[in-house]
């Protein structure tokens, strides 16, 4: 299993749905899946039952999505938050974090109304607070982290595709020297 970690509109699902096919496995993201079993979307659960609840319905479907072999997985932004969900991340996939700056993010995610936590005044200090936060958590749990700035899609799904050659150990989930 390849897991995609990063924050919010790192690229996860644009380079997980690439690498999936390039790898011929299917593709999966758990905000998706998530939101199927919800039978709502991400933000009105968020509304209704708050971040807590969300987190819980988080940690069982990660659990359930990383017994899957041969599968590429996007997670959401959020998904490393508890410490459960970040060992089996680590040890049941190579995890691969797409570190974005919150300037990049801010860019790219400006008029984004679909994601709850930056529904706020001030995105950009919001994004700002979740990378101060989660940046160590995804470094954490991530076998590679993968600078995505200035980097076209086809770049990216390039270094990375590289980067899961030169490193076999870590495709196979053993510890590597080359995690960072």
């Known amino acids: 299993m390849i897991v995609f970690v990063g924050l919010p509109g790192s690229g ?11 790898l011929d496995m299917p593709w999966v993201d758990s905000d998706h899946e ?7 979307t991400i933000r009105e659960y968020f509304e209704a039952k708050g971040e807590h609840a969300f987190r819980d319905q988080e940690e069982a479907a990660l659990d359930t999505l990383t017994q899957r072999v041969d599968t590429v997985l996007s997670t959401g932004g959020g998904a490393v938050l508890r410490s459960v969900n970040r060992q089996r991340l680590r040890d049941r996939g190579t995890v691969i974090y797409l570190r974005s700056s919150p300037e990049a993010l801010f860019r790219r995610l ?66 590597s020297e080359s995690s960072a």
């Not at 996860?12 to 096919?21: F, L, N, W």
């Not at 998530?34 to 709502?40: A, F, K, M, Q």
């Not at 700002?128 to 749990?141: F, K, M, N, Q, V």
């Open 110 to 175: 400006r008029h984004d109304t679909k994601r709850p936590l930056l529904q706020v005044a001030d995105p950009l200090k919001r994004l700002r607070a979740l990378y101060a936060e989660r940046d160590p958590l995804y470094r954490e749990c991530a076998h590679f982290v993968i600078d995505t700035h200035g980097s076209s899609l086809s770049m990216l799904v390039n270094r990375i595709m590289m980067q899961l050659e030169l490193a076999p150990e870590a495709a196979a989930n053993r510890p």
């Open 34 to 40: 998530i939101e199927r079993e919800l039978g709502c």
């Open 12 to 22: 996860k699902s644009s380079v997980g749905k690439v690498i999936a096919r390039r």
